[in-house]
């Protein structure tokens, strides 16, 4: 079919990384060494200084189709993650409407198999993630979807919430949670503190998540079920859970690369693109969040990717929606927050074989037709690879973005590390920092 | 920090120097002897065109807004907007666009979003606007109104006029400030503008109707309402904001009476000479008890008529001025 010749990057495998080619043949990797018999029409990609390992996997993107097109589709929001260096993206459920059936979760699955990247759903766990009555679960996991939130929201009655994982337990899925307890956060548009009382914005306290990041690790310990902990923002949140898996419970988390790299101090200029829930946090979580992603502690970034279309975020900060774009800058900003000198095995860690053990990406499901993710870098797994230029710089430009919506709060920054190349079930999307 | 409104917008008093805010106030000095003229109007900024955009409903600012402009012979186009921008159906920038397209030097905005008129700066940078009240951030206007009335009341006092006082009399002067803190623009125009110019500053509300992070502001924040009130040599009142959902932070009005309402009794405290203010609209037998309302130490009519020159004086700074160094 078709081959690609990866030559001479710094190959990252789950333990070790060394320099070497990588030949993929018919969306496998059929060698790791030096390759002296490449096929003649072999495609070559120069992976000198680079790095190259397991392709990314986003646990986190909103790509609003149905109902929010002019925001993002899952084509374009397929092209945005492709660029970000993600072979994999788990598309969130609260579309207009919400992914709450078999039929909704059928037609996202569908059209993403017309993108060149696996588009895994998070189904809801509650009917229109009202967070009343049960979504069928188990209907949608016989489709291959393993993961389910209400994400936008938590589920805030804690009896429905034990409910739903005692239910999702036996059928071999995870639930994942946006912890926030909308009665504490009050309808508040950022976080609760100093600059919140000088600003004249309501708050959304820390206390919101911590409280509900408290309750759920107690309801995982009640029922045994696995919880992961969508876009953790605070110190507080991240020891608790960190605690509870070193205490063997169930539970996974993720931080956001927004909540690692910006504080709350950019809502004083009442700039809506900088509006997200949880919200920007105090500088004291940004380092905490900092610090545990270069200790390794953290098991997935997700990008939690939120486009908005441009008239919304033209209204007023307490008007407009929350939600920042996040897939195209993700890999360069955790690469940045690893710090002076980045270990290339943390950095696959967290942006591959973290959540693709989470988001349970396999191909022995004929159903999703997805490949598996977030492999060893050996012979034999799928091909989904990126290579990663650490030397790479660049400046978002939020009118060049290949997302649909312009919604970055990253506009204009100059970053380093760049995706040079992106392969995706075997077949070269990106090259040379392009889309082919 | 900045050091004059000319040729600026005016958004926010907590970044105001000192000298900025005196400027204001002795501007508006001259303005007040416009107001007294049988013909109450100067030719400052003819030809030029304020745009009032008020999202939320105003009649005072509004009023008070559109008069000082006319009295500048500014041409002036008011324009009532919809409450909500997402009702409508426009967002806050398309609005400002289609505004900024008729051709205007400033714009004072009324918006019940707090930010809204640093937003709108930012859409039109060369069109000065002057923040009519925005959520619950700042209504710096209100706080100038505020602290040139006091500085003038206290002038008349001890046989002087304002312009000669400067801000000396503010030095160690006693100004509580009492009531609906946390969702009140009003509150924190005002304690930027008192503290700026040297007061010092108390606050006296029910727990929940404090700020967040108020132990960072310049002001001691004490809870004996009553030693408090004997303690002022200026009494601050603020409307108890039941339409922004300060209802459900006091268990009813009417305990808000009885813990910090300015009642006849609570009244009796005060010094003597003390002075009584509130930025209106009030709500008599709430906060403030319609007799104390009515007595001699209440200043709230020399407020409201003070709002017309201040914002002359803001108008004229901002839009006639231009910045040092530059060019007009």
Redesign the interface.
Known sequence: MSAIIIRQGLVVGAHASSVADVLIVDGKIVEVGTVDDAPSDAHEVDARDCWVGPGFVDLHAHLREPGREAAETIESGARAGALGGYCALVAMPNTEPALDSVALVAYVLERGLRTPLDIAVAGAITKDRRGESLAPMAEMAALGVRLFTDDGVGVQDPSVMRRALTYAKPLGVRLAQHCEDEQLAAGGTMN????????????RPALAEELMVLRDIELVRLTGSPLHFLHLSTSRSLEMVVRARDEGLPVSFEVAPHHFTLDESACA???PVFKVHPPLRSRGDVEALVEALRRGVVDAVATDHAPHAP??K??????APAGMLGLEHAASLTFEALGPSPDPQTFFQVLSRGPARIAQLRRDDERVRHSAHGGAMVVGTDANVTVFDPAGRWSVDRHALASRSMNTPYDGRALVGRVSATIAKGRLVVDEGRLT | MIESIRGRSLLSL?DLSKEAIVEVLDTAESFVEVNRRSIKKVPALKGRVVASLFFEESTRTRLSFETAAKRLSADVLSLAVAS???KKGE????TIATIDALGIDAVVLR?R????A??VS?YVPHVRVINGG?????HPTQGLLDAFTIRQVLSEQRGTTGLESGSELFHGLKILIVGDI?HS?VA?SDVAAYATLGAEVRICAPGTLL????A?WPVTVVHDVDEALAWADVVGLLRLQSERGSGAFVASLDEFTFTHGLTVERARLLKSEALIMHPGPMNRGVEIDSRVVDSSQAIVERQVSNGVPIRMAVLYLSVAGSREGQAQ
């Not at chain 1, 033209?314 to 008007?319: R, S, Y």
């Not at chain 2, 700020?211 to 108020?214: A, L, Q, R, S, Y």
Request: proline share 2%; aromatic share 4%.
């Open positions: 609760e503190g100093v600059l919140s009382g000088r600003l004249g914005l309501v708050g200029t009442y700039d008239e919304l033209d209204l007023a900060f307490d008007e | 907590d909500s921008s997402v967002s806050l920038r398309d918006h979003s707090s930010g809204a640093m937003q930012r925005d959520g619950q951030h700042q946390r623009r924190r700020p967040d992070g108020v960072t």
